[in-house]
């Protein structure tokens, strides 16, 4: 290896399960860029979010911390500026590190780190979103719905097109004048896409890339009420699906939309790709590609993220460096916290001076082939929207455990029974692998503790936005009415239905 310092471009697209690329065994999706970063590239076979929600997994992800432990419980948390990130710890070591797109850091600080955005938020940055347990599970703060499933379609425009378009302008100009700096200084630069979160919406020329009648419809059909754990039936309310139908047809048409959404992030990464090849960059860049989350994408009737099953806590890990890192696949189960010493050991390696202590584990040894250091250990909280108490998963091995609220345990063995269907918690021929894996859960984890202190995180920033009705906005801001554009307060999925073009009629309960 050089042992010149190496560029990062770090990609990340938005609600993207894992199980909906090819290099994670999905035959439908065409994605040949994201294709080609994993043939060429290591791939993390077992990477996963450590919060199922877009706000708190990026902040976990950037401070190499579970989210609890930093006070990231749902789409609303402030994300404090006392938490060293890693923009941080890169700047130390004498990096540009620089950010276009999306993020969802909520409060004040919008940089986290970073020394430039170059674009505003899409959604709001305020206290707008905050989860309320008293309201109970039907409480919907984004007021989401089944409508953007059933709305899933092609348009001429959308808004996740307009801002995905801006990012990865934004993004390719960034690295023309990173590679027109000739001073030495190597770069982290993050371009962070929206899509292909919901509404399942992308234009005509992606559509067609597929032949409708030959989308495939989620493995494991719709569950009865009573065949639900506690964590998905209150999803099943909190999402409205009990006021909506949802047919075959709808879940074709989402996941065909899906697709589309991926074929087009797909374009946007080629594009990046290509500056690199043509500034010569290329050759000392680590290309780094993941989401925050999965999707649903109607497995067992379920939709969006917000809970542990795998296609929506289970995210794409693929490092990219082929004059670095032979093509390699690495099993052990790794998840998002592991970014940021991952990031520094190949900047710095041995660096020791983390001014507060991580949960994440550095995979630079794995890129090389050497995974032993790998604890093959991974955990994901939950307290966003759906939930009405703490919950948490563990994944060890082949084994993933679910403790949902108190109310219910799931134990599955993945590798057997990949669809999550088997549940075995309560098997004597388990019951060892269970409590080893609840001995892990539990290990200074208290969910009495995190029941009264996320209940009172939730009271002290419903009031604030009461209050002050979204003022500031905190958003972060390029142009002079970055204020107004995109998501603020309202919720994403009427305003996301207002900008779509043309304008379809919205998707009513029955």
């Known amino acids: 290896m050089s042992r010149t310092r190496p560029n990062f471009l770090f990609i990340q ?304 890990f693929v490092v990219h460096a082929p004059d670095r890192f032979a093509p390699a696949r690495v099993a052990q189960n790794t998840s998002l916290v592991d970014l940021l010493p991952t990031l520094v050991d190949l900047a710095e390696p041995g660096f020791d001076d983390y001014a507060a202590p991580l949960d994440g584990t550095s995979l630079a040894g794995a890129l090389t082939g050497d995974a032993s250091g790998l604890p093959d250990t991974v955990i994901s909280e939950f307290a966003a929207d759906g939930s009405t108490g703490p919950s948490r998963m563990v994944r060890k091995g082949p084994w993933k455990l679910m403790w949902l609220e108190g109310e219910d345990t799931r134990l599955y063995n993945v590798v057997d029974d990949p669809s999550e269907t088997t549940d075995r918690s309560t098997g004597a021929d388990c019951a060892e692998i269970r409590a080893d894996l609840e001995a892990i859960l539990f290990d200074d984890w208290d969910p009495d503790h995190w029941r009264k202190t996320i209940r009172a995180s939730q009271k002290r920033r419903l009031a604030i936005h009461k209050i002050t009705g979204g003022a500031p906005t905190y958003v972060n801001l390029v142009r002079n009415d970055d204020a107004q554009r995109y998501v603020r307060n309202a919720g994403a999925a009427e305003t996301k239905a207002r900008a779509r073009l043309p304008m379809v009629a919205a998707a009513q309960p029955d």
């Open 13 to 316: 697209a938005d609600q993207l399960a894992a199980r909906a690329l090819r290099a994670y065994g999905n035959a439908t999706v065409k994605a040949p860029n994201i294709d080609r970063l994993a043939t060429q590239g290591v791939v993390f076979d077992c990477c996963y979010c450590n919060l199922p929600m877009c706000g708190p997994s990026r902040a976990s992800m950037h401070t190499g911390q579970l989210p609890f432990k930093i006070g990231m419980y749902d789409n609303a948390s402030e994300f404090h500026a006392d938490i060293p990130t890693l923009a941080h710890y890169l700047r130390s070591l004498d990096y540009r590190v620089e950010l276009s797109g999306k993020m969802h850091f909520v409060g004040p600080d919008q940089l986290h780190g970073y020394e430039r955005r170059h674009t505003t938020e899409i959604y709001p940055a305020n206290f707008a979103w905050t989860v309320d347990w008293s309201k109970g599970r039907e409480y919907r703060p984004t007021n989401l719905t089944m409508a953007p499933v059933l709305e899933s379609g092609p348009a001429i425009r959308t808004m996740q097109m307009d801002y995905d378009d801006e990012v990865a302008y934004h993004g390719r100009q960034a690295l023309y004048d990173l590679a027109r700096k000739h001073d030495g200084r190597p770069f982290f630069l993050a371009v962070s896409f929206t899509s292909p979160h919901s509404p399942f919406v992308i234009g005509q020329e992606y559509w067609d890339l597929y032949d409708h009648d030959q989308i495939e419809l989620p493995a494991v059909a719709p569950l009865a009420e009573n065949e639900m754990d506690h964590l998905s039936r209150n999803l099943h309310y909190c999402q409205a699906r009990h006021r909506f139908t949802v047919t075959d047809e709808h879940r074709r048409m989402a996941r065909h939309g899906y697709y589309g959404m991926i074929s087009y992030i797909d374009e946007k990464v080629g594009q990046l790709l290509d500056v690199l090849e043509k500034t010569g960059l290329s050759g000392n860049t680590i290309v780094i590609f993941t989401a925050d989350h999965g999707e649903m994408m109607g497995e067992r009737g379920m939709w969006f993220k917000q809970h542990f099953f795998e296609w929506a806590a289970s995210v794409p």
